[in-house]
């Protein structure tokens, strides 16, 4: 059932969203229903040959040779495609947009990073026929040591996976092997904190699994030009890679998407186009370049694994005044869309919290696993999954009411972000406060009373009059052969604090007896020995801290209250 819950900021927003609960049809529906909706398969071309791969069957190893004769010779084929027919053999998708340094080759030449890396394509009449020669290619591979686990990835004497990044991290800002985050003064608050709670949370690579596996079918037109129908998500991503690796002027192809069967990240940043219009462009004929469901399994890019280390120091009545982050993406063997997860994920910190004293080291890890890609708000989805267990954690560590936790601690309007931007739109407090009513969970009337419009700014839209910074992870040089660690000795200053946020005066939580949690809810009692809230945390700054300049109105969406006008 949905329910619009129109009390909650109804003096903020217009009384016109009244499409929810409605039977409204999708513009597309009667094609799916009917088989009638077009897909980059259901294009046909006289004389169309097919294109597959011969992949690694290792997870790390130098190609010594690679022989292609007898597969040349066996009937069907029409091209054996090696990495020195790839105009430009390298590539990672960002670098469209200056982001990253190229990394990926579309078939591998020296070495190969993960199992499923392509090695030779072979475009033939038949996919049968493409098989076949596949089977008759001779590559006498060295294996190598590999690593799969990211923390052993950049331990020293690792393999080193990845020739563009040596030391198997990302280098962001062409200055340190991690994305930073640093406001306040975490390790000092912890040292102040009633509590310290630790945490270590893990999420495994996810397969997309789309219906439709990727793929793509490139065609020769007049004047010099190649048409494309593809599966892609991203049409402009894919027709600027496929003209960068081919070096063709993009006025050259002709791209045309259209139905997705299924995509959910997985079809953002295929090389399927590139490979067919060189298929193409060698044979002069239709070349399609299709995975089969074995191959989408294997080599599609998946979510990545992340790994997750939170440290939280709390008081006795709940408030949290540090949060430290050390997080893991698992790009794989090279770069596709990990680096840009991280950026997106140490934007989402500290999660939907007001805590004082925040601070994060992510890294971008290269392993000898398939390569890592976009998948539902992926960069957001397993860090968020991290913090909210580890409220839990933190709850159940100071016997406090789990949902009275993250209502206390909850941004409100005009609060200061770790990222030096103040909070609005901001609805967790009545989310919290639905959820308890829905579940039967009780809470505190004093929780029953708060609202995301009262009681944030002033203090708490101060940014911090110190901020503990560091040279942790300096990289020097931003050459792809010019990677090397220069550590930097840390010699800590004598820190000074800014003032504590404002939070509200609340009793500790006591359960109380006529509770009547939902069926099946786990009951929560306050620990052992669980110290009073008679604790104090009262940094004090050495200099007035500056309110954020307020930014002009604008209108956002909440997850509750569809439009809130500032």
């Known amino acids: 059932m949905i329910e619009?819950?129109?009390?909650?900021?109804?003096?903020?927003?217009?009384?016109?969203l009244n499409e929810i609960g409605k039977p409204t049809q999708r513009q597309d529906m009667l094609g799916h229903v009917t088989g009638r909706s077009p897909y980059f398969d259901d294009h046909l071309f006289d004389g169309l040959l097919h294109l597959k791969c011969l992949r690694s069957p290792h997870h790390h190893a130098r190609i010594r040779s690679v022989d292609t004769s007898e597969a040349e010779r066996m009937p069907g084929v029409k091209k054996v495609i090696r990495a020195r027919d790839v105009p430009l053999n390298l590539n990672t998708l960002l670098s469209l947009m200056d982001f990253g340094l190229d990394d990926e080759p579309m078939l591998a030449d020296k070495k190969v990073c993960y199992v499923g890396e392509p090695v030779v394509a072979v475009v033939a009449e038949t996919e049968r026929?493409?098989?076949?020669?596949?089977?008759?290619i001779r590559v006498d591979y060295e294996?190598?040591?590999?690593?799969?686990?990211?923390?052993?990835?950049?331990?020293?004497?690792?393999?080193?996976?990845?020739?563009?990044?040596p030391t198997n991290t990302f280098l962001y800002h062409e200055k340190y092997d991690h994305q930073k985050l640093r406001f306040g003064d975490v390790e000092a608050a912890l040292r102040q904190a009633d509590h310290v709670v630790e945490g270590r949370y893990q999420m495994s690579p996810i397969e997309q699994a789309p219906t439709e596996t990727c793929g793509a079918i490139a065609a020769p037109e007049t004047n010099n030009r190649f048409v494309v129908y593809t599966s892609t998500q991203a049409l402009f991503f894919s027709l600027g890679t496929a003209a960068k690796m081919l070096k063709v002027s993009s006025n050259r192809l002709h791209f045309i998407g259209g139905t997705v069967g299924g995509g959910f990240g997985g079809k953002v940043d295929s090389i399927h186009e590139p490979m067919a219009i060189l298929g193409c462009m060698?044979?002069?004929?239709?070349?399609?370049?299709?995975?089969?469901?074995?191959e989408?399994?294997?080599?599609?890019?998946?979510?990545?694994?992340?790994?997750?280390?939170?440290?939280?120091?709390?008081?006795?009545?709940g408030r949290i005044i540090a949060r430290k982050f050390i997080g893991y993406f698992d790009s794989g063997a090279y770069t596709r869309l990990s680096s840009y997860a991280i950026i997106k994920g140490t934007g989402h910190l500290p999660g939907p919290y007001t805590i004082p004293n925040v601070s994060s080291d992510v890294y971008c890890v290269f392993t000898n696993r398939t390569p890592a890609t976009a998948m539902r708000g992926f960069g957001i989805t397993g860090v968020d999954f991290s913090i909210e267990a580890h409220m839990d954690k933190v709850a159940s560590k100071i016997g406090m009411n789990p949902i009275e936790l993250r209502i206390l601690n909850s941004y409100r309007d005009g609060d200061m972000k770790a990222h030096r931007r103040l909070a609005k739109n901001t609805a967790l407090i009545e989310c919290c406060q639905v959820v308890a009513e829905k579940a039967k969970w009780k809470i505190g009337s004093e929780y029953k009373a708060m609202s995301s419009l009262k009681g944030g700014g002033g203090e708490r839209a101060l940014i911090p009059a110190h901020t503990a910074i560091d040279q942790k992870g300096m990289v020097r040089g931003s050459g792809t052969s010019s990677f090397g660690y220069q550590p930097q000795p840390y010699v800590p200053?004598?820190?000074?604090?800014?003032?504590?946020?404002?939070?509200?005066?609340?009793?500790?939580?006591?359960p109380a007896a006529s509770s009547s949690p939902a069926p099946g809810a786990p009951e929560r009692r306050p620990a052992e020995n669980a110290p009073t809230p008679s604790s104090t945390y009262n940094p004090t700054p050495s200099q007035p801290a500056t309110p954020v300049e307020q930014r002009p109105a604008v209108n956002r969406f909440s997850s509750i209250s569809g439009l809130r006008r500032r």
């Open 4 to 16: 619009f819950r129109k009390e909650y900021f109804a003096d903020e927003r217009d009384d016109n």
């Open 129 to 136: 026929a493409c098989f076949d020669a596949i089977a008759k």
């Open 143 to 165: 294996v190598l040591p590999h690593v799969l686990d990211v923390e052993e990835a950049i331990k020293p004497g690792a393999p080193s996976v990845n020739p563009t990044y």
């Open 282 to 294: 060698l044979t002069g004929k239709p070349v399609r370049y299709a995975w089969d469901r074995e």
């Open 296 to 317: 989408e399994m294997q080599v599609g890019a998946p979510r990545g694994a992340e790994r997750w280390y939170i440290t939280d120091g709390v008081m006795n009545d």
């Open 493 to 510: 200053s004598t820190p000074t604090f800014p003032s504590t946020p404002a939070f509200p005066s609340v009793p500790a939580y006591t």
